[in-house]
Nanobody, 120 residues
Framework: QVQLVESGGGLVQPGGSLRLSCATS????????MGWYRQAPGKQREFVAV???????NYRDSVKGRFTISRDNAKNTVYLQMSSVNPEDTAVYYC??????????????WGKGTLVTVSS
């Protein structure tokens, strides 16, 4: 059974920092591309950051220079270090795992999310 479990969300003040974690089980973690997505109230889910199985990263423009995605293959965990947060970062943050390039009939996986609220 595949599980992706996010943690680390909470209330943070504007300009503050937070680190999200996503612990996985049931997959060969090192072979998966891992990503973070977010969904703000009343909005569609959007891409935040991704890290390939080889460690290459990519970010949405609005978080470049503020967020850092990383992975620890020994711990089967992916992280999102968030810095200089602002209220527009308020959202439920979801962890995602997939194969890239896509593999036919290979499913992707989502966590249940962790809420990040940026407010003073």
């Amino acid at each position: 059974q595949v599980q992706l479990v996010e943690s680390g969300g909470g209330l943070v003040q504007p300009g503050g920092s937070l680190r999200l974690s996503c612990a996985t089980s049931g997959i060969i973690f090192s072979t998966y591309r891992m990503g973070w997505y977010r969904q703000a109230p009343g909005k569609q889910r959007e891409f935040v950051a991704v890290i390939s199985s080889g460690g290459a990263t990519n970010y949405r423009d609005s978080v470049k220079g503020r967020f850092t995605i990383s992975r620890d293959n020994a711990k089967n965990t992916v992280y999102l270090q968030m810095s200089s947060v602002n209220p527009e970062d308020t959202a439920v943050y979801y962890c995602h795992a997939d194969k890239w390039p896509p593999v036919p009939r290979e499913p992707d996986y989502w966590g249940k999310g962790t809420l990040v609220t940026v407010s003073s």
